[in-house]
Protein backbone atom coordinates (compact mmCIF):
# COMPACT_ATOMS: atom_id res chain seq x y z
CA UNK A 1 0.00 0.00 0.00
CA UNK A 2 1.46 3.36 -0.94
CA UNK A 3 1.82 6.01 1.30
CA UNK A 4 0.00 9.55 1.15
CA UNK A 5 1.51 12.48 -0.07
CA UNK A 6 2.55 14.19 2.57
CA UNK A 7 1.63 17.97 2.60
CA UNK A 8 3.61 20.30 5.16
CA UNK A 9 2.08 23.85 5.46
CA UNK A 10 1.90 26.79 7.75
CA UNK A 11 -1.75 28.04 8.79
CA UNK A 12 -0.46 31.62 8.12
CA UNK A 13 1.05 31.20 4.91
CA UNK A 14 -0.20 32.37 1.45
CA UNK A 15 1.28 29.96 -0.43
CA UNK A 16 0.14 27.30 1.69
CA UNK A 17 -3.09 28.42 1.47
CA UNK A 18 -3.26 28.81 -2.62
CA UNK A 19 -1.47 24.76 -2.31
CA UNK A 20 -4.19 23.71 0.20
CA UNK A 21 -6.95 24.48 -2.34
CA UNK A 22 -5.40 22.48 -5.11
CA UNK A 23 -3.40 20.03 -3.44
CA UNK A 24 -6.73 17.30 -3.43
CA UNK A 25 -7.51 17.11 -6.56
CA UNK A 26 -4.52 17.01 -8.06
CA UNK A 27 -2.90 14.13 -5.73
CA UNK A 28 -6.49 12.14 -6.24
CA UNK A 29 -6.28 11.43 -10.21
CA UNK A 30 -3.39 9.98 -9.59
CA UNK A 31 -5.16 7.71 -7.13
CA UNK A 32 -3.27 9.10 -3.79
CA UNK A 33 -3.82 10.63 -0.46
CA UNK A 34 -2.58 13.53 0.92
CA UNK A 35 -1.73 13.33 4.61
CA UNK A 36 -2.20 17.32 5.64
CA UNK A 37 0.53 18.39 8.30
CA UNK A 38 0.61 21.89 9.77
CA UNK A 39 3.86 23.01 11.54
CA UNK A 40 5.14 26.01 12.58
CA UNK A 41 7.16 27.18 9.97
CA UNK A 42 9.15 29.70 12.16
CA UNK A 43 11.40 26.78 13.58
CA UNK A 44 12.29 25.52 10.62
CA UNK A 45 12.95 29.18 9.49
CA UNK A 46 15.81 28.84 12.01
CA UNK A 47 16.68 25.80 11.42
CA UNK A 48 17.55 26.89 7.70
CA UNK A 49 18.21 30.55 8.42
CA UNK A 50 15.45 31.97 6.35
CA UNK A 51 13.04 34.88 7.26
CA UNK A 52 9.24 35.21 6.38
CA UNK A 53 8.88 36.73 2.93
CA UNK A 54 7.85 40.18 3.81
CA UNK A 55 10.73 40.38 6.17
CA UNK A 56 12.93 40.20 3.45
CA UNK A 57 13.79 43.63 1.39
CA UNK A 58 12.47 43.45 -2.43
CA UNK A 59 11.40 40.11 -2.09
CA UNK A 60 8.96 41.16 0.84
CA UNK A 61 7.36 43.94 -1.61
CA UNK A 62 7.34 41.13 -4.69
CA UNK A 63 5.70 38.38 -3.00
CA UNK A 64 3.03 40.73 -1.97
CA UNK A 65 2.38 41.77 -5.08
CA UNK A 66 2.43 37.71 -6.16
CA UNK A 67 0.10 36.95 -3.67
CA UNK A 68 -3.02 39.06 -5.05
CA UNK A 69 -2.19 38.09 -8.43
CA UNK A 70 -2.08 34.58 -7.89
CA UNK A 71 -5.70 34.70 -6.05
CA UNK A 72 -6.70 36.57 -9.11
CA UNK A 73 -5.95 33.90 -11.85
CA UNK A 74 -7.42 31.01 -9.52
CA UNK A 75 -10.19 32.93 -8.17
CA UNK A 76 -9.98 32.28 -4.75
CA UNK A 77 -10.74 34.22 -2.15
CA UNK A 78 -7.90 36.71 -0.51
CA UNK A 79 -6.55 39.29 1.29
CA UNK A 80 -3.63 39.87 2.74
CA UNK A 81 -4.50 39.87 6.61
CA UNK A 82 -3.77 42.41 9.36
CA UNK A 83 -1.33 41.64 11.54
CA UNK A 84 0.50 39.13 9.06
CA UNK A 85 2.36 36.80 9.71
CA UNK A 86 1.15 35.50 12.87
CA UNK A 87 1.77 32.23 15.40
CA UNK A 88 -0.95 30.12 14.37
CA UNK A 89 -0.61 27.95 17.22
CA UNK A 90 -4.24 27.12 18.52
CA UNK A 91 -5.32 26.42 14.89
CA UNK A 92 -2.60 23.88 14.69
CA UNK A 93 -2.42 22.39 18.15
CA UNK A 94 -6.38 21.87 17.61
CA UNK A 95 -5.63 20.14 14.30
CA UNK A 96 -3.34 17.62 15.39
CA UNK A 97 -5.92 16.83 18.34
CA UNK A 98 -8.88 16.41 15.64
CA UNK A 99 -6.67 14.41 13.59
CA UNK A 100 -6.41 11.92 15.69
CA UNK A 101 -9.92 11.62 15.54
CA UNK A 102 -11.35 11.73 12.79
CA UNK A 103 -9.52 13.04 9.41
CA UNK A 104 -11.77 14.60 7.29
CA UNK A 105 -12.98 16.37 10.39
CA UNK A 106 -9.76 17.71 10.57
CA UNK A 107 -8.97 19.07 7.03
CA UNK A 108 -12.51 20.63 6.81
CA UNK A 109 -11.54 22.50 9.91
CA UNK A 110 -7.97 23.33 8.64
CA UNK A 111 -9.96 24.99 5.40
CA UNK A 112 -11.76 26.78 7.63
CA UNK A 113 -9.08 27.74 9.63
CA UNK A 114 -6.89 29.35 6.41
CA UNK A 115 -10.39 30.85 5.23
CA UNK A 116 -10.58 32.78 8.19
CA UNK A 117 -7.32 34.19 8.47
CA UNK A 118 -7.21 34.94 4.46
CA UNK A 119 -10.46 35.57 3.23
CA UNK A 120 -11.95 36.85 6.15
CA UNK A 121 -9.04 38.47 8.34
CA UNK A 122 -9.68 36.74 11.53
CA UNK A 123 -6.78 36.66 14.11
CA UNK A 124 -6.05 32.73 13.97
CA UNK A 125 -3.80 33.06 16.73
CA UNK A 126 -5.91 33.77 19.10
CA UNK A 127 -7.34 30.65 21.14
CA UNK A 128 -11.48 31.71 20.57
CA UNK A 129 -10.92 32.27 17.72
CA UNK A 130 -9.08 28.86 16.54
CA UNK A 131 -12.21 27.63 18.59
CA UNK A 132 -15.23 29.49 17.40
CA UNK A 133 -13.98 28.94 13.71
CA UNK A 134 -14.96 24.56 14.94
CA UNK A 135 -18.60 25.34 16.00
CA UNK A 136 -19.96 25.06 12.81
CA UNK A 137 -18.14 21.90 12.29
CA UNK A 138 -19.78 20.35 15.46
CA UNK A 139 -16.48 20.75 17.58
CA UNK A 140 -17.16 21.40 21.04
CA UNK A 141 -15.25 25.04 21.73
CA UNK A 142 -14.91 23.56 25.19
CA UNK A 143 -12.51 20.13 24.24
CA UNK A 144 -11.01 22.41 21.91
CA UNK A 145 -9.63 25.13 24.34
CA UNK A 146 -8.69 22.66 26.49
CA UNK A 147 -6.41 20.60 23.91
CA UNK A 148 -5.03 23.62 22.75
CA UNK A 149 -3.85 24.37 26.54
CA UNK A 150 -2.77 20.35 26.88
CA UNK A 151 1.15 19.43 27.30
CA UNK A 152 -0.13 16.42 24.73
CA UNK A 153 -1.11 18.55 22.20
CA UNK A 154 1.52 21.42 22.56
CA UNK A 155 3.90 18.55 22.43
CA UNK A 156 1.82 16.69 19.43
CA UNK A 157 2.55 20.07 17.47
CA UNK A 158 6.32 20.54 18.63
CA UNK A 159 6.92 17.01 17.47
CA UNK A 160 5.31 17.11 13.80
CA UNK A 161 7.89 20.47 13.27
CA UNK A 162 10.73 18.78 14.55
CA UNK A 163 10.04 15.41 12.28
CA UNK A 164 9.54 17.64 9.35
CA UNK A 165 12.12 19.86 9.82
CA UNK A 166 14.42 16.57 10.06
CA UNK A 167 13.05 15.64 6.30
CA UNK A 168 14.46 18.62 4.97
CA UNK A 169 11.07 21.12 5.28
CA UNK A 170 12.22 24.32 5.11
CA UNK A 171 9.14 25.99 3.41
CA UNK A 172 5.46 26.20 3.21
CA UNK A 173 4.06 24.69 1.48
CA UNK A 174 6.88 21.37 1.02
CA UNK A 175 5.01 17.95 -0.27
CA UNK A 176 7.00 15.05 0.49
CA UNK A 177 6.12 12.03 -2.30
CA UNK A 178 7.54 8.95 -1.13
CA UNK A 179 10.30 10.80 0.11
CA UNK A 180 11.02 12.97 -2.73
CA UNK A 181 10.70 16.79 -1.36
CA UNK A 182 8.93 19.11 -3.79
CA UNK A 183 9.17 23.04 -2.28
CA UNK A 184 6.18 25.95 -3.07
CA UNK A 185 2.67 26.08 -4.51
CA UNK A 186 4.46 26.77 -7.58
CA UNK A 187 5.68 23.08 -7.79
CA UNK A 188 2.70 21.19 -7.23
CA UNK A 189 2.78 20.45 -11.13
CA UNK A 190 6.00 18.59 -10.81
CA UNK A 191 4.24 16.82 -7.61
CA UNK A 192 1.82 15.65 -10.14
CA UNK A 193 4.72 14.92 -12.98
CA UNK A 194 6.27 13.04 -10.18
CA UNK A 195 3.04 11.01 -9.09
CA UNK A 196 2.52 10.12 -13.45
CA UNK A 197 5.82 9.35 -14.10
CA UNK A 198 7.05 7.47 -10.67
CA UNK A 199 10.08 9.39 -10.37
CA UNK A 200 12.30 10.09 -13.50
CA UNK B 1 4.97 48.50 -30.25
CA UNK B 2 5.24 46.75 -27.45
CA UNK B 3 8.87 46.17 -25.56
CA UNK B 4 10.35 42.78 -25.77
CA UNK B 5 10.29 41.31 -22.47
CA UNK B 6 13.18 41.56 -20.01
CA UNK B 7 15.42 38.45 -19.23
CA UNK B 8 17.52 39.11 -16.53
CA UNK B 9 20.20 36.38 -15.40
CA UNK B 10 23.48 35.54 -13.81
CA UNK B 11 25.62 33.04 -15.98
CA UNK B 12 26.51 31.49 -12.78
CA UNK B 13 23.01 30.82 -11.74
CA UNK B 14 21.49 27.25 -12.61
CA UNK B 15 17.87 28.34 -12.89
CA UNK B 16 18.56 31.14 -15.26
CA UNK B 17 20.15 28.16 -17.65
CA UNK B 18 17.12 26.37 -17.68
CA UNK B 19 14.84 29.35 -18.38
CA UNK B 20 17.58 30.31 -20.87
CA UNK B 21 16.47 26.95 -22.86
CA UNK B 22 12.89 27.98 -23.19
CA UNK B 23 12.07 31.44 -23.04
CA UNK B 24 12.83 32.16 -26.17
CA UNK B 25 10.42 29.51 -28.10
CA UNK B 26 7.48 30.50 -25.07
CA UNK B 27 7.62 34.13 -25.55
CA UNK B 28 7.88 33.92 -29.74
CA UNK B 29 4.56 31.86 -28.97
CA UNK B 30 2.73 35.37 -28.44
CA UNK B 31 4.81 37.49 -30.76
CA UNK B 32 6.72 38.75 -28.49
CA UNK B 33 10.57 39.27 -28.43
CA UNK B 34 13.56 39.02 -25.65
CA UNK B 35 15.71 41.08 -24.23
CA UNK B 36 18.76 38.65 -22.45
CA UNK B 37 20.00 40.70 -20.06
CA UNK B 38 23.04 39.23 -17.96
CA UNK B 39 23.37 40.89 -14.53
CA UNK B 40 25.52 40.03 -11.28
CA UNK B 41 23.13 38.81 -9.00
CA UNK B 42 25.47 38.89 -6.26
CA UNK B 43 24.57 42.70 -6.40
CA UNK B 44 21.51 42.23 -6.23
CA UNK B 45 21.54 39.74 -3.09
CA UNK B 46 23.42 42.45 -0.95
CA UNK B 47 20.32 44.97 -1.77
CA UNK B 48 18.02 42.17 -0.86
CA UNK B 49 19.57 40.54 1.64
CA UNK B 50 19.63 37.30 0.19
CA UNK B 51 22.40 34.57 -0.22
CA UNK B 52 23.11 31.76 -2.94
CA UNK B 53 21.30 29.15 -2.58
CA UNK B 54 24.06 26.86 -1.81
CA UNK B 55 25.47 28.75 1.02
CA UNK B 56 21.68 28.41 2.18
CA UNK B 57 21.10 25.51 4.87
CA UNK B 58 18.46 22.61 3.72
CA UNK B 59 17.32 24.95 0.58
CA UNK B 60 21.09 24.62 -0.45
CA UNK B 61 20.82 21.02 -0.37
CA UNK B 62 17.50 21.11 -2.04
CA UNK B 63 18.31 23.09 -4.93
CA UNK B 64 21.16 21.19 -5.47
CA UNK B 65 19.05 17.76 -5.83
CA UNK B 66 16.56 19.85 -7.78
CA UNK B 67 19.31 21.48 -10.35
CA UNK B 68 19.84 17.55 -11.45
CA UNK B 69 15.84 16.41 -11.67
CA UNK B 70 15.24 19.91 -13.50
CA UNK B 71 17.91 18.78 -16.27
CA UNK B 72 16.82 15.19 -16.65
CA UNK B 73 13.15 16.18 -16.38
CA UNK B 74 13.82 19.10 -19.58
CA UNK B 75 16.50 16.96 -21.15
CA UNK B 76 18.76 19.25 -20.51
CA UNK B 77 22.69 18.26 -20.41
CA UNK B 78 23.97 19.54 -16.88
CA UNK B 79 26.18 19.22 -14.41
CA UNK B 80 27.07 21.27 -10.84
CA UNK B 81 30.31 22.72 -11.87
CA UNK B 82 32.86 22.95 -9.56
CA UNK B 83 33.57 25.71 -8.41
CA UNK B 84 30.47 27.46 -7.80
CA UNK B 85 29.21 29.46 -7.88
CA UNK B 86 31.55 31.81 -9.48
CA UNK B 87 31.52 35.42 -10.73
CA UNK B 88 30.89 36.09 -14.36
CA UNK B 89 32.24 38.92 -14.66
CA UNK B 90 34.26 38.43 -17.86
CA UNK B 91 31.24 36.63 -19.91
CA UNK B 92 28.96 39.21 -18.97
CA UNK B 93 30.86 42.39 -20.00
CA UNK B 94 31.48 40.67 -23.05
CA UNK B 95 28.02 40.04 -23.81
CA UNK B 96 27.15 43.69 -23.40
CA UNK B 97 30.46 44.73 -25.68
CA UNK B 98 28.65 41.82 -28.28
CA UNK B 99 25.10 43.21 -27.72
CA UNK B 100 25.88 46.51 -28.72
CA UNK B 101 27.26 44.86 -32.22
CA UNK B 102 24.90 42.34 -33.07
CA UNK B 103 22.18 41.17 -30.54
CA UNK B 104 21.54 37.55 -32.56
CA UNK B 105 25.54 36.78 -32.08
CA UNK B 106 25.77 38.45 -28.33
CA UNK B 107 22.40 35.66 -27.57
CA UNK B 108 24.33 32.66 -29.42
CA UNK B 109 27.67 33.62 -27.06
CA UNK B 110 25.31 33.72 -24.17
CA UNK B 111 24.09 29.80 -24.99
CA UNK B 112 27.53 29.39 -25.38
CA UNK B 113 28.82 30.40 -21.94
CA UNK B 114 25.88 29.09 -20.22
CA UNK B 115 26.23 25.34 -22.06
CA UNK B 116 30.08 25.91 -20.96
CA UNK B 117 29.50 26.35 -17.44
CA UNK B 118 26.95 23.37 -16.64
CA UNK B 119 27.08 20.92 -19.26
CA UNK B 120 31.17 21.29 -19.43
CA UNK B 121 32.19 22.82 -16.41
CA UNK B 122 34.59 25.32 -17.50
CA UNK B 123 35.46 28.15 -15.49
CA UNK B 124 33.75 31.43 -17.14
CA UNK B 125 35.17 33.49 -14.53
CA UNK B 126 38.50 33.14 -16.56
CA UNK B 127 38.85 35.81 -18.97
CA UNK B 128 40.73 33.44 -21.23
CA UNK B 129 38.01 30.68 -21.55
CA UNK B 130 35.79 33.87 -22.05
CA UNK B 131 37.23 35.03 -25.22
CA UNK B 132 37.76 31.64 -26.36
CA UNK B 133 34.11 30.57 -26.35
CA UNK B 134 33.55 33.66 -28.53
CA UNK B 135 36.38 32.19 -31.23
CA UNK B 136 33.58 29.75 -32.68
CA UNK B 137 31.00 32.64 -33.32
CA UNK B 138 33.93 34.20 -35.29
CA UNK B 139 34.54 36.62 -32.18
CA UNK B 140 38.01 37.93 -32.63
CA UNK B 141 39.49 36.84 -29.12
CA UNK B 142 41.34 39.89 -28.62
CA UNK B 143 39.12 42.75 -29.27
CA UNK B 144 36.88 40.54 -26.29
CA UNK B 145 39.90 40.48 -24.48
CA UNK B 146 40.23 44.90 -24.68
CA UNK B 147 36.44 44.85 -24.27
CA UNK B 148 36.20 42.98 -20.59
CA UNK B 149 39.17 44.94 -19.19
CA UNK B 150 37.88 48.04 -20.57
CA UNK B 151 36.27 50.52 -18.32
CA UNK B 152 33.36 51.40 -20.41
CA UNK B 153 32.31 47.88 -20.49
CA UNK B 154 32.76 46.96 -17.03
CA UNK B 155 30.80 50.34 -16.37
CA UNK B 156 28.08 49.13 -18.59
CA UNK B 157 27.52 45.94 -16.81
CA UNK B 158 27.45 47.77 -13.53
CA UNK B 159 24.70 50.32 -14.61
CA UNK B 160 22.79 47.35 -16.18
CA UNK B 161 22.83 45.32 -13.02
CA UNK B 162 22.23 48.38 -11.00
CA UNK B 163 19.03 49.13 -13.12
CA UNK B 164 17.71 45.62 -12.75
CA UNK B 165 17.85 45.85 -8.97
CA UNK B 166 15.96 49.97 -9.40
CA UNK B 167 13.19 47.65 -11.42
CA UNK B 168 13.06 45.22 -8.50
CA UNK B 169 15.28 42.35 -9.75
CA UNK B 170 16.43 40.41 -7.18
CA UNK B 171 17.02 36.98 -8.30
CA UNK B 172 17.78 35.25 -11.35
CA UNK B 173 16.11 34.18 -13.41
CA UNK B 174 13.82 37.17 -13.19
CA UNK B 175 11.32 38.37 -16.09
CA UNK B 176 9.81 41.71 -16.54
CA UNK B 177 6.76 41.71 -19.00
CA UNK B 178 5.56 45.30 -19.53
CA UNK B 179 6.56 46.40 -16.05
CA UNK B 180 5.30 43.14 -14.14
CA UNK B 181 7.95 41.21 -12.57
CA UNK B 182 8.14 37.11 -12.63
CA UNK B 183 10.54 35.28 -10.51
CA UNK B 184 12.30 32.07 -11.26
CA UNK B 185 12.06 29.53 -13.83
CA UNK B 186 9.10 28.01 -11.93
CA UNK B 187 7.23 30.78 -12.84
CA UNK B 188 8.08 31.08 -17.29
CA UNK B 189 4.01 29.66 -17.17
CA UNK B 190 3.06 32.80 -15.84
CA UNK B 191 4.84 34.54 -18.08
CA UNK B 192 3.13 33.12 -20.88
CA UNK B 193 -0.21 33.38 -18.88
CA UNK B 194 0.39 37.17 -18.73
CA UNK B 195 1.58 37.80 -22.54
CA UNK B 196 -1.64 35.61 -23.48
CA UNK B 197 -4.26 37.68 -21.08
CA UNK B 198 -2.33 40.93 -21.20
CA UNK B 199 -2.26 40.69 -17.76
CA UNK B 200 -5.23 39.67 -15.36
Not at 4 to 19: C, K, L, M, R
Not at 147 to 164: C, F, N, V, Y
Not at 175 to 192: K, N, P, S, T, Y
Request: glycine fraction near 8%; aromatic fraction near 16%.
Amino acid sequence: MTQPVEFYFDFASPYGYFASLEVDELVAAFGREVAWKPIMIGSAFKASGNLPLVSQPMKGEYSRHDWERVARLMGAPYRLPDPFPVPALPPSRAYWWLEGRDKDLARSYARAVYLAYFAENMDISSPEVACALGVPLGIDPDEMAAAIQSPQWKGRLKEETEAAIAKGVFGSPFFLVDGEGFWGADRLWMVGAWLEKGGW
